[in-house]
Structures are given as C-alpha cells and as structure tokens.
C-alpha cells in the first residue's frame, strides 16, 4: 500500500524550532518529487515546499523561504521539513505529498506556534 | 503567482441532482496543470481530477473536470450525500503552486 505518515508536530513557543519528518512506503521514494503543505485551521491548502528525487532542485513560498528547509534521505525514505522562527501564523496540519499531481497525501501533523 | 478563485462559495443540492463548480486563474495555465480535490470533514484532501480532466484512480465517473486557459469546471452528476465536502482547485503549471479557496457542496 503506497502511503506517507507525517510526524514530528506539536505546540512549540514563537521563535521556536520543529523538525517533521515524512515517513514513504509502497513505491519508489528516490524516483518522486515530493511536496509539503500546509493547511490552518477552518483555511484551504497552501502549497509549502518541493525537492526534486535527487534533492538538488528545491523550491519554497515567500512566506517560508529562509526560515524553513526542505530535505530528505533516500536511503530511509523520508521526506524532512526543518522549521525555524515559527510564527503564530504557522499554525497549521502539515502534510507531505507525492508530485506531481498529489495523488498520495499523509494524514498530516499539527504544529501549533503559541506562548 | 497566479490567484484561482472559486465559486459559488456554498452549493446547496439535493441528491441526484447536479453540482457545477468553477475555478478562475488569474492567468493562463498553458500545460493543463489544474487539479481538483475533495476534502471531507475530519480527511485529507483526495485527489479526484489531474490535467484538467483526467480521473484520479478509484474516483468515480460522476466526477468529471474541464475547461482550459483560465476557467475550468468541476462537475458532479448525480449528487450522493458523501459527496458533502469541500472541493478546492489547483494549479501546478507554474511555481508557487496555488490552491482556491473552495467551494463547499452540502447534499
């Protein structure tokens, strides 16, 4: 069964740091793109960050670039999201998805930013 | 980026019926990179429709995309009660990729 289980989520202070982690199983997680989104609460999806199967093309939102980082690990078939000075309005259920069309979705995991 | 707007915001029907529901882009989407997704409450969002109008595997034929250029379509013939959810367009053509806002559909 082809399935992504997102961990690593929970209630950190503002300026605080939080590493997900995105756990691949079922299908060849070295041939795939994958994508993070995010989604605040009562809010629609917001597209977060891409890296490319080898890792060397990675892409984010302005509302994230230079405080978040993308990465993975081939060899352990995970997808990682390192996230520095969180704001409240980061707020959100992260998930992790499989490009390019994101036919595969985790179930996602709440980070809360609050004091 | 390119904004994608959504409408009606609620789509109220019976079942059997048919649902219609559009998404604009702000600009062209040149490669057919529009997806539609279905998100009951408490679920992930479930891709039902890639390139436009091609169906997702699993997803029924009651479900069925299209459109090109900047205004495209998801329908739903013959409303089923769990098809209550929200539907949200996107749009992968061109970086940062983007999402509506969705529309809601109460059967």
């Known amino acids: 069964e082809v399935q992504l289980v997102e961990s690593g989520g929970g209630l950190v202070q503002p300026g605080g740091s939080l590493r997900l982690s995105c756990a691949a199983s079922?299908?060849?997680?070295?041939?795939?793109?994958m994508h993070w989104v995010r989604q605040a609460p009562g809010k629609g999806p917001v597209w977060v960050a891409r890296?490319?199967?080898?890792?060397?093309?990675?892409g984010y939102a302005d509302s994230v670039k230079g405080r978040f980082t993308i990465s993975r690990d081939n060899a352990k078939n995970t997808l990682y999201l390192q996230m520095n000075s969180l704001r409240a309005e980061d707020t959100a259920v992260y998930y992790c998805?499989?490009?390019?069309?994101?036919?595969?979705w985790g179930q996602g995991t709440m980070v809360t930013v609050s004091s | 980026e390119i904004v994608l707007t959504q409408s009606p915001g609620t789509l109220s029907l019976s079942p059997g019926e048919r649902a219609t529901l559009s998404c604009r882009a702000s600009?062209?989407?040149?490669?057919?990179?529009l997806a539609w997704y279905q998100q009951r409450p408490g679920q992930t969002p479930r891709l039902l429709i890639y390139?436009?109008?091609s169906r997702a595997t699993g997803i029924p034929d009651r479900f069925s995309g299209s459109g090109s250029g900047t205004d495209f379509t998801l329908t739903i013939s013959r409303l089923e009660p769990e098809d209550s959810a929200i539907y949200y367009c996107?749009?992968?053509?061109?970086?940062?990729?983007?999402f509506g806002q969705g529309t809601k559909v109460e059967v």
């Open positions: 998805a499989r490009h390019p069309t994101l036919d595969v």
């Open positions: 390139g436009v109008s």
């Open positions: 600009q062209i989407i040149s490669s057919s990179y």
């Open positions: 996107h749009q992968y053509d061109t970086s940062p990729r983007t």
């Open positions: 079922g299908f060849s997680f070295s041939d795939y793109w």
């Open positions: 890296m490319s199967s080898d890792g060397t093309n990675i």
